[in-house]
């Protein structure tokens, strides 16, 4: 037993048992760790250099334990603050702006969240009865790493149909959360990563963690630019259906540059955010659908449903499906199966069908009050998806934040999306609100106090 004190703000003590692993021993110690307590909400973390230091580990095992951990929702990971200790069970958001604050804003307006009291909870435990009365006990089993096959049956069909998608059950793995699959394609690509600037900056430092290098993409009003993709670039990651944060739609263009950038050897991983909620324009198909063996396909519930779910799937390329799982199974075995049923449940009963409907008419109507309240001119972006960007009386990002948190607003500025090295000067200045974040009868009084914060 490998046996070590790490110096956290505070002294630790923690084994790792050796016949686990190195990586795996040290996820399960500080998993241990927080679940006990020993570990308070809230702590940071040291950074992979300092604990490898101190553990006598390589700093890509420590990366890679922190990378799982963050994807199960016990750390979280902020540019700038380093890692630190999520709330204990809590799933880590699939939101740009990382950890939640320790007490909630009277006006919650940060992007990248959905209304979670818009779940729905009495469909989903009807469909968990459904699931316990019909399993077998070999359900509650360690379960397949690919994922439960109803689910992979019931998304490849939902897929095909809602979004263009061209996928067998044999080309889907199920992840516990977009974060996760992020890693996993990015561990097992080992190559420089193209990423949309700006972006976002969580899943910048996810692939940073898998040990990937991120090379800035411009995005200007037609979306990415795939003409500006760097020649050592062997993946490049975007959200063409509403980029984020900018809002933007990936142009027809720019959809067959990169697909043709692809077919040249590279891999185009696609997230489809926001992709389900669209409002004024008519739906875009996934970009999978024009290159399947060359586009990796990126889908989650977090926003449809919840993020702490956990619940996201990846639709692979042939000759990626393999190398995925089999660092899915060396991750964390298998995405929770109970989870995976019942969702598969309400796909194949089009309950989900119908939520997701709902939820995209309650969301146009919060966006259309977001417009009317502060102008077309001053909002961005909200053609679809569930946030804004909007672009202050007074210019100066900084100003507007403090002027936000004054009337109690939480909202994001967009400068920390920005690249470090994107090459750019005199980048706009703007905030990003999330218009779907509160409950519905908190909404109203939270567009008031953010009209108020933004009122030249």
Request: hydrophobic content about 45%; charged content about 20%; glycine content about 12%.
């Amino acid at each position: 037993m490998s046996r070590f004190r790490a110096t956290l703000g505070l002294d630790l003590y923690v084994e790792i048992d050796p016949a686990a692993g190195r990586r795996t021993g040290l996820e399960y110690a500080l998993r241990a760790a927080i679940r006990e307590g020993r570990l308070a909400p809230g702590s940071r973390l040291p950074s992979t250099r300092a604990l490898a230091a101190e553990a006598g580990l390589s700093r890509n095992t420590v990366g890679a334990a922190y990378d799982q951990l963050i994807a199960e929702g016990y750390l979280t990971a902020r540019r700038g603050s380093g890692t630190s200790v999520a709330g204990v069970g809590a799933g880590a958001p699939d939101a740009p702006g990382g950890a939640d604050a320790a007490a909630a804003p009277a006006h919650d307006l940060r992007p990248g969240r959905p209304d979670v009291t818009a779940f729905p909870a009495a469909a989903w435990t009807r469909a968990t009865r459904r699931v316990l009365n019909r399993v077998s006990p070999s359900a509650y089993g360690y379960g397949d790493p690919r994922g439960a096959p109803e689910l992979r049956a019931a998304l490849a069909g939902y897929l095909g149909r809602t979004r263009g998608v061209q996928a067998t059950p044999e080309r889907i793995v199920v992840t516990a959360g977009a974060v996760q699959a992020l890693a996993l394609l990015a561990r097992v690509l080992g190559t420089a990563v193209a990423m949309e600037d700006p972006g976002l900056p969580f899943h910048r430092e996810v692939v940073r963690r898998a040990g990937a290098r991120v090379l800035p993409l411009p995005v200007d009003a037609h979306g990415a630019r795939a003409d500006l993709i760097g020649a050592e670039a062997g993946a490049v990651v975007v959200t063409p259906a509403h980029q984020y944060p900018t809002g933007v739609t990936l142009h027809p263009a720019r959809r067959h540059a990169l697909v043709e950038w692809a077919r040249g050897g590279g891999l185009v991983i696609e997230d489809d955010y926001d992709g389900e909620f669209r409002y004024d324009r008519q739906p875009v198909g996934a970009l999978q659908g024009m290159a399947p063996g060359h586009v990796a396909y990126l889908g989650t519930a977090s926003k449809t449903l919840a993020p702490g779910l956990r619940l996201a799937w990846l639709v692979l390329p042939p000759h990626l499906v393999g190398p995925v799982v089999d660092a899915k199974l060396h991750a964390d075995h298998h995405t929770e199966t109970l989870g995976q049923l019942v969702l598969a449940d309400l796909v194949t009963g089009h309950v989900y069908d119908r939520h997701v409907r709902a939820c995209r008419l309650r969301y146009r109507r919060r966006r259309d009050l977001l417009v009317a309240r502060l102008g077309p001119a001053a909002v961005h972006g909200v053609a679809a998806g569930l946030h804004a960007l909007i672009t202050p009386a007074h210019e100066d990002e900084a100003e507007a934040l403090a002027r936000c948190a004054a009337h109690g607003v939480a909202v994001e500025a967009l400068g920390p999306h920005w690249h470090d090295a994107g090459p750019y000067e005199g980048r706009p200045h703007g905030v990003i609100a999330g218009y779907g974040t509160p409950p519905e009868h908190a909404y109203p009084t939270a567009l008031d106090a953010l009209a108020a914060a933004l009122r030249p």
